[in-house]
């Protein structure tokens, strides 16, 4: 019989996040008047869930916390190609957790235990099916020569995966999906994602984008910018409902590649008071960019994971809405008060810090706050 055994602090947060997950795409949407929306979101306050509980636990966190990697082809992780490719957030952890001092070479001080499935080198030249197999195999092999997996079935287990190759492979192993924590890219709940034990990613700033603006609004001319594909249901009938209004900076074209230096495309986020995120490829993209611009982010996607949303209480620095809402979005963002848009604006610039990842480590950064994120998993259920 395995006992669960519940972490005080690490609890309460994940507890405190479920009461505001039961409507996806991970809080309650807006809905009503902003003025409701603003005071139960209590902009003034802190931007965590739990802001007394946070600071004394994340430097547990930091003093504590233990990975065990199993043996891989470490240069396959981190290489230059990894860091600046479509995946270079999954690069930038395994760079970061390389410098960190959450590595031990002694898995019986593990708290975590990661499976590298993305420095497993792949054959070249074969099928999607057949490489599949080969990182099934490599994970079946660490299963049968180590004795970890097994005490717990994988639940102390967790593997990073933002390549659609190894999301095939790792459907292929059902405990692997079922038990173990899946780090992932752009998230959704239809990806065999399961919230508050799956860690939602975040998303890299490419590097040619631009510095972001001071924290000022004078400059932010334009009630909200988007631009992209109709690619998916919910940008289709943005486009449709808002692309030729003049208050509104919607607009279909090109969607920038991860590096394209497209000057215009960086300066509206900078130009906007609100930029919308719909739900779609790469949106996970798309906030990490508003957010590095000081851009309030609203968010129209019903069954997307937001990052660190166990950790940071998402109404505070960004407007969530159904995607059913498109239609009324103008008149919604007009709705809200100047010093409610002001101060939901400086709680944007505020979490910047923890969305930005960076060559070398720094604390409540991306990688740290990915961190603490997997810190609290390994603390509110634990298997023994």
């Given at each position: 019989?395995?006992?669960?055994?519940?972490?005080?602090?690490?609890?309460?947060?994940?507890?405190?996040?479920?009461?505001?997950?039961?409507?996806?795409?991970?809080?309650?949407?807006?809905?009503?008047?902003?003025?409701?929306?603003?005071?139960?979101?209590?902009?003034?306050?802190?931007?965590?869930?739990?802001?007394?509980?946070?600071?004394?636990?994340?430097?547990?966190?930091?003093?504590?916390?233990?990975?065990?990697?199993?043996?891989?082809?470490?240069?396959?992780?981190?290489?230059?190609?990894?860091?600046?490719?479509?995946?270079?957030?999954?690069?930038?952890?395994?760079?970061?957790?390389?410098?960190?001092?959450?590595?031990?070479?002694?898995?019986?001080?593990?708290?975590?235990?990661?499976?590298?499935?993305?420095?497993?080198?792949?054959?070249?030249?074969?099928?999607?099916?057949?490489?599949?197999?080969?990182?099934?195999?490599f994970?079946?092999?660490?299963?049968?020569?180590?004795?970890?997996?097994?005490?717990?079935?994988?639940?102390?287990?967790?593997?990073v995966?933002?390549?659609?190759?190894?999301?095939?492979?790792?459907?292929?192993?059902?405990?692997?999906?079922?038990?173990?924590?899946?780090?992932?890219?752009?998230?959704?709940?239809?990806?065999?994602?399961?919230?508050?034990?799956d860690?939602?990613?975040?998303?890299?700033?490419?590097?040619?984008?631009?510095?972001?603006?001071?924290?000022?609004?004078?400059?932010?001319?334009?009630?909200?910018?988007?631009?992209?594909?109709?690619?998916s249901?919910?940008r289709?009938?943005?486009?449709?409902?808002?692309?030729?209004?003049?208050?509104?900076?919607?607009?279909?074209?090109?969607?920038?590649?991860?590096?394209?230096?497209d000057?215009?495309?960086?300066?509206?986020?900078?130009?906007?008071?609100?930029?919308?995120?719909?739900?779609?490829?790469?949106?996970?993209r798309?906030?990490?960019?508003?957010?590095?611009?000081?851009?309030?982010?609203?968010?129209?996607?019903?069954?997307?994971?937001?990052?660190f949303?166990?950790?940071?209480?998402?109404?505070?620095?960004?407007?969530?809405?159904?995607?059913?809402?498109?239609y009324?979005?103008?008149?919604?963002?007009?709705?809200?008060?100047?010093?409610?848009?002001?101060?939901?604006?400086?709680?944007?610039?505020?979490?910047?810090?923890?969305?930005?990842?960076?060559?070398?480590?720094?604390?409540?950064?991306?990688?740290?706050?990915?961190?603490?994120?997997?810190?609290?998993?390994?603390?509110?259920?634990?298997?023994?």
């Open positions: 019989m395995k006992n669960l055994k519940r972490g005080g602090l690490a609890c309460l947060f994940v507890v405190v996040s479920i009461c505001f997950s039961i409507y996806p795409p991970g809080f309650p949407p807006f809905q009503g008047s902003f003025q409701a929306y603003a005071q139960e979101a209590g902009f003034f306050g802190e931007v965590f869930h739990v802001p007394e509980a946070f600071d004394p636990d994340y430097e547990e966190m930091e003093r504590k916390f233990k990975i065990f990697v199993y043996p891989h082809n470490t240069s396959s992780c981190s290489n230059p190609r990894t860091l600046d490719g479509e995946y270079g957030n999954e690069g930038l952890f395994y760079l970061n957790l390389n410098l960190s001092r959450f590595l031990t070479k002694d898995p019986e001080k593990a708290h975590l235990f990661l499976i590298p499935i993305s420095c497993h080198s792949l054959p070249a030249g074969r099928s999607e099916d057949e490489r599949a197999i080969s990182v099934e195999d994970v079946k092999n660490l299963i049968s020569k180590y004795p970890y997996w097994n005490r717990t079935l994988g639940a102390d287990h967790f593997f995966t933002c390549a659609d190759i190894n999301v095939t492979a790792t459907a292929r192993i059902a405990n692997l999906m079922k038990n173990s924590i899946k780090v992932m890219c752009t998230p959704s709940y239809n990806d065999e994602y399961v919230p508050h034990k860690v939602s990613l975040p998303q890299r700033v490419p590097p040619l984008a631009l510095p972001p603006a001071a924290n000022n609004i004078t400059n932010r001319i334009t009630l909200a910018f988007w631009r992209g594909l109709n690619n249901d919910i289709q009938k943005l486009l449709e409902a808002w692309e030729n209004d003049l208050e509104l900076f919607i607009q279909r074209g090109r969607d920038p590649s991860i590096e394209d230096g000057l215009v495309y960086h300066e509206a986020f900078n130009n906007s008071k609100y930029c919308i995120c719909p739900g779609g490829p790469e949106l996970d798309t906030i990490a960019l508003a957010i590095h611009y000081g851009c309030v982010p609203v968010i129209m996607s019903d069954y997307y994971d937001l990052p949303k166990d950790i940071l209480d998402w109404r505070k620095f960004s407007i969530i809405l159904e995607e059913s809402q498109v009324y979005l103008r008149e919604q963002l007009e709705e809200m008060l100047e010093h409610e848009y002001r101060a939901m604006k400086t709680n944007t610039v505020m979490v910047r810090k923890h969305f930005q990842w960076n060559l070398v480590p720094a604390k409540y950064d991306a990688f740290h706050m990915t961190m603490y994120d997997l810190w609290l998993r390994n603390h509110f259920t634990k298997y023994y």
